[in-house]
């Protein structure tokens, strides 16, 4: 019988995540099916009840959805555990297992896709909200030498700082305007692109040498990504961790990994 899963979120018309899905079940010759699936805002829990009472295998999870999803996963992953959030479910008969794949497509995107390495770098990280959360100990795992997470509102990254205390050595905090660059690496987790926004950072923050990357992704360069090419940055947005991210989570399903490149050239042809 061919497996099924599905992206839970609402909106969700317009997810890349069955065509992604699709073509790595291709790639690799699995039998599955992929759909959307539209929760009501006050209905995700019903929803997922309905899924696996309907025999479905896994499902990945998007806004608004991922902290509801770890607070219902009857077990998580450390990596959805520091992140706060679950974007990939797996209903293995014996409850619902929640992991967060989001942070570790980031970092495949700027290590394989991007071939930059975090080794012994710094890394600027702008906002300390869900998509920050979920970044930070993957970034960690990299082994940078020193991250920096830069917030409007300071407070709330000296927050997430303190549920990271074991790694307090490697992290800092900082507003944005006194931010102290050059970095490696600049990682746009702040939603701010969505009001066409850009975090009011020092231009110091770009060096030659420096890669920025907008986790947000549309059909053209957020202000974001215009902003830190007009500095010389080399750019990149968020559409390699979404295919990365969703790799990672049918590796979780289905045990092969598929691969990444040619997903990522066919969804940006089409973007
Ligand atoms: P997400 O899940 O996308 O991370 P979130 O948890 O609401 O959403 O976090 C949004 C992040 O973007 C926060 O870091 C927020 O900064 P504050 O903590 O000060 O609210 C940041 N953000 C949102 N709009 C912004 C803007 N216009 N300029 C700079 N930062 C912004």
Not at 183 to 191: G, K
Request: glycine share 10%.
């Amino acid at each position: 019988m061919t497996d099924r899963y599905c992206v839970i979120g609402n909106p969700i018309a317009h997810s890349k995540s069955p065509r992604i899905h699709g073509q790595y079940a291709a790639e690799l010759g699995e039998d599955i099916q992929y759909e959307q699936c539209l929760a009501p805002l006050d209905g995700f829990a019903a929803t997922v009840a309905r899924l696996v009472s309907e025999g479905y295998k896994g499902a990945n999870v998007t806004v608004p959805f991922k902290l509801e999803a770890a607070r219902l996963a009857t077990r998580l992953t450390a990596r959805a555990q520091a992140a706060g959030a679950v974007n990939t479910l797996v209903f293995d008969g014996d409850g619902i297992v929640g992991d967060n794949t989001d942070g570790v497509g980031l970092v495949a995107d700027i290590v394989r896709n991007a071939g930059v390495s975090l080794t012994d770098k710094r890394v600027l990280l702008l906002g300390a909200g869900g998509a920050a959360r979920g970044a930070l100990l993957p970034l960690l795992d990299a082994g940078p030498r020193q991250i920096v997470i830069a917030n409007r509102t300071l407070a709330t990254a000296e927050a997430l700082v303190a549920e990271f205390a074991d790694h307090a050595a490697r992290l800092a905090v900082s507003g944005f305007a006194d931010v102290e660059g050059p970095f490696d690496v600049i990682i746009n987790a702040t939603s701010a692109s969505l009001d066409a926004a850009v975090p009011p950072v020092p231009a110091s923050v770009f060096g030659p040498d420096t890669l920025a990357l907008d986790m947000m992704y549309g059909n053209k360069p957020t202000v974001f990504m215009d902003f830190a090419a007009g500095h010389g940055a080399a750019v990149r947005d968020g559409l390699g961790m979404l295919v990365e991210q969703a790799a990672e989570a049918f590796a979780l399903w289905r045990g092969k990994r598929p691969g990444t490149a040619h997903v990522l050239a066919s969804m940006r042809q089409s973007q």
